[in-house]
């Protein structure tokens, strides 16, 4: 009898142990970011790394740099899913373009989690974004408040087709016309591709053509706005003349908005990564998985958990302040 029990029990025990390796097993998560050069991606980043769950191993993060282009971070999602990832966040290069990497994922059956930029689908399994006409009608709210509704301003855009560029010009041009018809032009509106090195010699091109005329600049991120602000320094104007507003928050805009240079509206990249990443872990391991991240309690009464079910997370925008610049650098060391 004991003979015969003994590989039963063996193979019981091995079965057992094989059962608990695998659920140990770290979820693996593909993270298609669009881009890794500016601030605020790294930022993303940097949370990603420091989630709880992550720090723990009971997840992996594997980071892809889609380098701004759409179809290499459809590509990128073909990989993760030959490799079979367990999930999928995507920060999508483009509104059109990317809805690919959805519908690849829902074939696969690997839930997809759309993060920071949106997609023009409803097919995913979540969204954990800002509102960015919200975002949008905020910064452009702040130049125009500074301008008394009145006088010329120039558009620093996003890369065009992404959702920021789309949602945030349509706050932009709400703002705008809540000015009133007459009271405010818009002299020039063309994109600088999130990038503080594009802006600066479009905005020096402006300068030049639109001499003493330009009041206002609205900078569809941070970055932009910290380039237009680089190019009227280096015409010898001061910059306190101008109206100017980003949005993000990056760490240089939080400097200046302290100095009274610019004014910046909070993206919290932080807790969309965050907030991804619990989402993620929720399909992968089921109703046993209870949010780790701190963000939830950090916005408690404005973001609600919903069992981690809800197609949407709308992060919520924070207004930079010289009040609140400091704390919100001292928040990234």
């Known amino acids: 009898m004991k003979k015969i029990m003994k590989p039963r029990l063996l193979a019981v025990t091995l079965a057992l142990a094989f059962s608990a390796a695998v659920q140990a097993a770290p979820v693996k998560i593909a993270v298609l970011m669009y881009g890794m050069k500016a601030e605020f991606v790294q930022l993303m980043e940097k949370a990603g790394r420091e989630h709880p769950a992550v720090k723990q191993g009971l997840a992996t993060l594997t980071l892809f740099d889609g380098r701004y282009d759409p179809l290499v971070q459809n590509n990128q999602a073909e990989t993760a899913i030959a490799t079979h990832y367990d999930a999928i966040i995507i920060d999508p290069a483009d509104f059109e373009a990317n809805v690919d990497v959805v519908t690849m994922a829902n074939k696969a059956g690997i839930p997809v989690i759309v993060s920071n930029s949106r997609l023009n689908t409803d097919r995913a399994t979540s969204e954990v974004v800002s509102d960015d006409v ?22 620093l855009e996003g890369p065009i087709g992404i959702s920021g560029q789309i949602q945030r010009g349509q706050g932009n041009d709400r703002a705008i016309k809540e000015c009133g018809p007459g009271k405010v032009t818009v002299l020039e509106r063309k994109t600088a591709n999130w990038s503080r090195a594009e802006a600066i010699p479009l905005m020096e091109n402006w300068l030049q053509k639109h001499r003493g005329k330009i009041n206002g600049v609205i900078g569809q991120n941070d970055e932009m706005a910290l380039g237009a602000i680089e190019a009227i320094k280096g015409q010898g104007l ?30 919290d990249g932080r807790a969309q990564m965050q907030g991804a990443i619990d ?5 992968v391991k089921g109703n046993e998985y209870q949010p780790m ?16 079910q809800a197609k949407m997370y709308e992060i919520p925008w924070t207004e930079v302040t010289a009040e609140n610049a400091d704390s919100l650098l001292q928040m990234r060391q």
């Not at 919200?134 to 558009?155: P, R, S």
């Not at 989402?279 to 399909?283: E, G, I, S």
């Not at 991240?293 to 981690?308: F, M, N, V």
């Open 238 to 267: 001061n910059v306190k003349d101008f109206a100017i507003a980003g949005v993000d928050g990056v760490s240089d805009a939080l400097r200046l908005v302290k100095a009274g240079e610019m004014m910046s509206i909070l993206q």
């Open 279 to 283: 989402v993620a872990l929720r399909k």
């Open 293 to 308: 991240s701190p963000i939830w309690a950090q916005y408690t009464g404005q973001l609600d958990w919903q069992d981690g």
């Open 134 to 155: 919200k975002g949008g009608y905020l910064e452009a709210k702040a130049v125009l408040n500074k301008m008394n509704c009145q006088g010329n301003v120039v558009v």
